[in-house]
């Protein structure tokens, strides 16, 4: 069965703080994995990955995938307040449809 | 640009009375369309999707049905709502398989 796994499951933070979320997957024949930030409603799309090693970078958020180890990262620098959210992994496999995370919950205390 | 817009925002309903949610894509022709729902605790769980007007696929069984009856328009219903059906549901499209899902700003349903 195709699951997705978010590590840790919460994370508080100082403002500052440099912060890493964890996803692993085994998923049949993965075509791409994307990370959504979601702060109370709607999940907002933050990057999508589908080759081993290439860094996507969006200002202070980073992410790679390794797709030997099954596994990407999120990395986020300097954390701010805004930052405070849930951070959902998706993995798409053979099937087209995506397969969450339950996501990590992010605390950015001032 | 495209938007995607859901409502309503919040509802309570008692158990056993219908249920009827929308959600309407502006900006965009034939697109893929999803419903999720969102449990405490757990990850988002596929429900339905189309590709297509009058193209609904179930992916999980349960007390809920979907409709398409327009290009980009997804609607989620149920005739009679059981305690089990609360929870938070998003809707979702993509411009075609394996494309970037985006979200709705979801509807929180408490079913009392």
């Known amino acids: 069965e195709d699951k997705v796994v978010q590590s840790p499951l919460s994370l508080v933070v100082h403002e500052g703080d440099t912060v890493t979320l964890n996803c692993s997957y085994e998923v049949t024949n993965f075509r791409s994995l994307l990370w959504y930030k979601q702060e109370k409603k709607a999940p907002t799309f933050l990057f999508m990955l589908?080759?081993?090693?290439i860094e996507k970078k969006s200002g202070r958020l980073s992410s790679i995938l390794d797709k030997k180890e099954l596994f990407s990262i999120l990395n986020i620098t300097a954390t701010q307040t805004g930052d405070s959210a849930v951070y959902l992994c998706a993995v798409e496999g053979v099937t087209d449809k995506l397969i969450f995370g339950t996501g990590t919950r992010l605390q950015v205390f001032p | 640009s495209q938007t995607i817009h859901q409502w309503p925002a919040t509802l309570v309903q008692p158990v056993g009375s219908p249920l009827s949610l929308e959600c309407t894509v502006e900006g965009t022709s034939n697109p893929n369309l999803y419903w999720y729902r969102q449990a405490a605790g757990r990850g988002l769980q596929l429900l339905f999707y189309s590709v297509g007007i009058g193209q609904i696929s179930s992916e999980v069984p349960q007390n809920l049905s979907a409709s398409r009856p327009q290009d980009r328009q997804f609607i989620l219903s149920s005739k009679k709502l059981l305690l089990s059906d609360s929870g938070f549901y998003l809707c979702?499209?993509?411009?075609?398989?394996?494309?970037?899902?985006?979200f709705g700003a979801g509807t929180r349903l408490s079913v009392l």
């Open positions: 979702a499209w993509s411009r075609d398989r394996g494309d970037i899902q985006y």
């Open positions: 589908t080759s081993s090693g």
